[in-house]
């Protein structure tokens, strides 16, 4: 006689063996932070980090007296970087944008002015495998805001450029500012390579012919108004990718980056850009072929965006 077969008893079965999760991954190291090479290492009152960037950090200091303020851009070595390579991309870098300043303000662009350059820095390990603590350049300190900034502050009310604002005047101004100043440094055969509204400075005049009442915040407020004033003279900085060139065609991706930075930053006054760009065509003789070449540079920039 055949019984039927007993179903397993569940309880009875070997529980699956347990699992144990991987430990949890080590966190990673906070940044190193940058110490300062000598001599500001005992600078008083102590240098002020302003901002960081990827290849650099900018500092305000002060110049032999503490009634002459300057900015410190510095440079550190890269770890990750062979120390001989380091060393060089430093040099190169540091004296390129050094020589471009100086060049720019010989042929009368407004940049700031260089007072000293580092570029080999100082030895922070002897030994075969010495360290440099990277290089620096001290440059004259530019007062007031970025153009970026007091764009920002001018339309924070919420309106667009045409629809009844009543300082579309005095932007159109600040705006052919700008055109004439990068038509300047166009005009002597630099291309900055990252121009932006916040690489333009608007440094007000010494004298202000108008009443200005001090908000503590940035640029003085004229009387009653509640907008920054647009006086003064637009100065470029941060030529760290600048380079020497007198082909049409890098002015043009020059202006390109700037219009398309623009349209992205401030796009309810996107409609500005156009007086940026009459004002450049109107700075130098060659101005209107770059313009020109500008239109194929914006046709190959949608072909990229449609493609991907």
């Not at 430990?23 to 980090?49: E, K, R």
């Not at 030994?127 to 924070?156: H, I, N, P, Q």
């Not at 003279?233 to 890098?250: K, P, T, W």
Request: aromatic residues 6%.
């Amino acid at each position: 006689m055949i019984t039927p077969s007993q179903p397993p008893d569940l309880a009875r079965t070997t529980p699956p063996p347990s699992i144990t999760p991987p430990p949890a991954p080590a966190p990673l190291p906070a940044p190193a932070s940058h110490n300062l090479p000598p001599p500001f290492t005992h600078t008083t009152p102590a240098p002020i980090l302003l901002t960081q960037g990827a290849e650099a950090l900018l500092y305000k200091t002060y110049f032999l007296t503490t009634s002459y303020p300057c900015a410190l851009k510095y440079r550190p070595s890269k770890p990750y970087r062979h120390p001989t390579l380091d060393a060089r991309l430093t040099r190169h870098r540091i004296l390129s944008e050094a020589r471009t300043l100086v060049r720019c303000r010989r042929e009368g662009v407004s940049v700031p002015g260089v007072l000293g350059v580092e570029w080999e820095g100082a030895v922070t390990e002897a030994g075969a495998g010495a360290k440099r603590s990277g290089g620096w350049m001290m440059m004259e300190w530019v007062e007031g805001e970025t153009v970026r900034r007091v764009l920002d502050r001018w339309l924070k009310d919420g309106l667009r450029v045409g629809e009844g604002d009543g300082g579309q005047g005095e932007l159109k101004g600040l705006m052919g500012k700008v055109g004439r100043a990068v038509g300047r440094m166009h005009q002597i055969g630099v291309v900055h390579g990252d121009l932006t509204t916040s690489n333009l400075m608007l440094r007000p005049p010494l004298e202000r012919t108008t009443a200005v009442i001090s908000n503590g915040d940035g640029p003085s407020i004229e009387g009653g108004r509640g907008r920054p004033s647009l006086e003064g003279d637009i100065v470029l900085i941060d030529f760290g990718l600048s380079a020497q060139s007198v082909q049409d065609e890098d002015k043009a991706v020059d202006l390109y980056v700037l219009e398309r930075a623009f349209g992205s930053t401030h796009p309810k006054a996107e409609g500005l850009f156009k007086e940026v760009l009459r004002a450049y065509g109107e700075s130098f003789k060659g101005a209107a072929v770059v313009l020109k070449r500008l239109e194929e540079v914006r046709m190959r920039g949608r072909k990229r965006s449609m493609l991907g």
